[in-house]
């Protein structure tokens, strides 16, 4: 007998008092449960891509903020990274959002990628200290902290990216919106490994 049972997505998730199953097709006959699947019982279902979380940084205070967080990961081994202004929302850290972010400065005309693993997030001073220096300066602006890794060089298009809410590419919306993050997705068709 069925004690409860709901919809997500497209699998139905059913609860019995003796057992508990997945299936996309399901039949039910009075009180007894036949389930009948178009796929093998031992088929695991396709991950959706990871969302990528895009930070936008400036020269504004005078120096490279990525130059400056690559020091101190030299030095230290990791980084907080201050982003000032407004919260990024507490999606863009589900399980749904890789764990390797992008940072983008703007170099002349254009944006240039930079690739970090995100390893903790907190809304207070960290402990340790390793920031950049000039982020003494500036603590009152900061919202909240997110502690990165380096990981190894990598070439990423800024065409390969579109914004999740809209579907525009994320190098249209650069020049358009203000915001200081975007949730993106890789393109259809494109396939990256480095969002997992």
């Excluded at 249209?172 to 203000?178: K, N, P, S, W």
């Amino acid at each position: 007998m069925v004690s409860s049972c709901f919809f997500e997505q497209d699998i139905f998730i059913g609860i019995s008092s003796r057992k508990m199953w997945w299936t996309n097709e399901a039949i039910f006959h009075s009180s007894s449960l036949t389930q009948v699947s178009s796929q093998p019982e031992n088929s695991m279902k396709i991950e959706k891509p990871k969302k990528i979380l895009v930070i936008r940084v400036s020269k504004m205070d005078g120096v490279d903020p990525v130059e400056e967080i690559q020091k101190v990961i030299d030095k230290k081994g990791h980084c907080w990274f201050g982003k000032y202004g407004r919260l990024i929302g507490v999606k863009a850290f589900g399980k749904a959002v890789s764990k390797n972010i992008v940072i983008i400065s703007k170099e002349g005309r254009t944006y240039k990628p930079y690739l970090f693993r995100r390893s903790a997030v907190q809304r207070t001073i960290p402990e340790d200290c390793c920031y950049p220096l000039y982020y003494n300066e500036f603590l009152r602006r900061i919202s909240f902290w997110m502690k990165l890794r380096a990981l190894p060089p990598y070439e990423l298009d800024l065409a390969d990216l579109q914004i999740v809410s809209s579907k525009m590419p994320l190098r249209e919306m650069l020049g358009q919106a203000m915001s200081g993050h975007f949730i993106c997705e890789l393109r259809a068709g494109i396939k990256n490994e480095t969002f997992v």
